[in-house]
């Protein structure tokens, strides 16, 4: 018998600033299984514990180094079997990955560079995307099915965004960053998003806190979940709750029968 679960991923911009808005207590009126933040800007005892009243099973944080600053962290009420913060590919320990194994399935929760700072960063972004791609085809091969959500820090095609041409030089559009996404497709991976919703426009997971973004829709899709093919058969829904204020990003997700 196969369950379905919902899996949702939000980039808070700040688990602390979250907390005291109370922006994460519709939590409480879902039945989601696992989430996944990102941004968190906090050390394990700095989480806030008035999040919500929901309770899960497990809480895996990864913390960056340098305080105040990224990190991850992983709340499920399902238990893995083993979880790693994949040193070798965020080798600047700023807390971005939190892999999470449940049996064959492998989730990862990424908070993926952004290239906006200089042509260093930038270089940063692009070897971690092709360093942590090979990591995903490495399990593959052992026979894993793969989940992959988070901020990719990418929009994928001009549908993606409102301004397309206006940010074709600009990190977050680029040719190299936006081939990595073609790339991890034709190697077999499924924009849920898409896959569920075709073209649909308008869709935005990020709005810029400037010149009133979001309440005109200037967005950019850069959230994501990604799924091995293979999980194809499973995909239920993917969707973005762009009601949900609290960050400069909303919430997306899924469901999927496992």
Same mark, same amino acid.
């Given at each position: 018998m196969s369950n379905s679960i919902e899996i949702i991923s939000w980039n808070v911009n700040g688990i602390r600033a979250v907390a005291s808005k109370e922006a994460l207590k519709w939590i409480d009126e879902r039945e989601t299984d696992i989430l996944c933040l990102q941004e968190i800007k906090a050390l394990e005892e700095q989480i806030p514990e008035n999040l919500f009243d929901k309770k899960y099973e497990e809480r895996v944080v990864n913390s960056a180094e340098k305080k105040g600053y990224s990190g991850t962290t992983t709340f499920s009420t399902i238990k893995s079997d083993l979880t790693s913060t994949c040193n070798s590919i965020d080798t600047m320990n700023e807390g971005r990955i939190i892999e999470t194994h449940f049996d064959d399935i492998v989730l990862f929760n990424v908070y993926f560079p =952004?290239?906006?700072?200089?042509?260093?960063?930038?270089?940063?972004?692009?070897?971690?995307?092709?360093?942590?791609?090979?990591?995903?085809?490495?399990?593959?091969?052992?026979?894993?099915?793969? !989940?992959?959500?988070?901020?990719? =820090?990418?929009?994928?095609?001009? !549908?993606?965004?409102?301004?397309?041409?206006?940010?074709?030089?600009?990190?977050?559009f680029l040719d190299i960053e936006?081939?990595? !996404?073609?790339?991890?497709?034709?190697?077999?991976?499924?924009?849920?998003?898409?896959?569920?919703?075709?073209?649909?426009?308008?869709?935005?997971?990020?709005?810029?806190?400037?010149?009133?973004?979001?309440?005109?829709?200037?967005?950019w899709r850069i959230d994501y979940f990604f799924i091995s093919e293979d999980l194809a058969e499973n995909l239920e829904d993917a969707f973005i709750l762009d009601y949900i204020t609290g960050s400069d990003h909303c919430p997306v997700g899924m469901k999927i029968s496992l």
């Open positions: =952004n290239g906006q700072k200089n042509d260093d960063r930038l270089s940063y972004k692009m070897k971690f995307y092709d360093d942590f791609l090979a990591h995903c085809e490495a399990l593959r091969e052992e026979g894993k099915s793969i !989940i992959i959500c988070g901020d990719v =820090n990418t929009a994928h095609k001009e !549908i993606d965004l409102k301004n397309p041409k206006a940010n074709s030089k600009k990190s977050g936006r081939k990595w !996404i073609d790339k991890l497709l034709d190697h077999g991976y499924i924009d849920t998003f898409r896959y569920v919703n075709g073209d649909e426009a308008d869709r935005y997971s990020w709005w810029s806190y400037r010149s009133n973004a979001r309440v005109n829709n200037v967005g």
